[in-house]
């Protein structure tokens, strides 16, 4: 309900924090292209490398965003990009593999690009982060895995 102290718009963002299965279920069908910042090379088998090779493997357009390896130019198969604004093309989402706290110094970068949702892996939550992103619109999930819910849609 709107009153004059919460305007629509105040009501209206928490719409786009997604935290139910059917609603990651429907961002997963619509999304196409995942830029992942954060990503890790193969050598490190960590999850910010097999997330996203599985992703790519489960259909998923993979655009490698890594925030450390300089001399890296490919991941995955595909060139690496530095920065999410720098991605050409539509984004559907960004997967963010960077600890809670340095999330913060990428949010303009991402903001920029405008994808259609931003999704926090298993562990990682940036509330104030996650606010920003929904008040532009953009679709937040926080703290989940998105192998995982990849895997719960049978992709």
Known sequence: MTTPDTPATAVDWR???????????????RTHRIAVLGIKTEETGQPAYYVPEYAQRAGYAIVPVPVYY???????????????????????????????????????DILSKHPASVWFQLGIRNDAAAERFARAGIDVVQDRCLLVELQAIGR
Do not use: C, K, W, Y
């Open 15 to 29: 719409t786009h924090l997604i935290d139910d299965d059917a609603g990651i279920e429907r961002l997963l069908r």
């Open 70 to 108: 300089p001399d890296v130019t490919e991941i995955l198969g595909e060139p690496v990009v530095r920065t999410v604004s720098a991605v050409p093309g539509q984004v559907d989402m960004v997967n963010v593999f960077r600890r809670p706290r340095d999330i913060d110094q990428h949010v303009d």
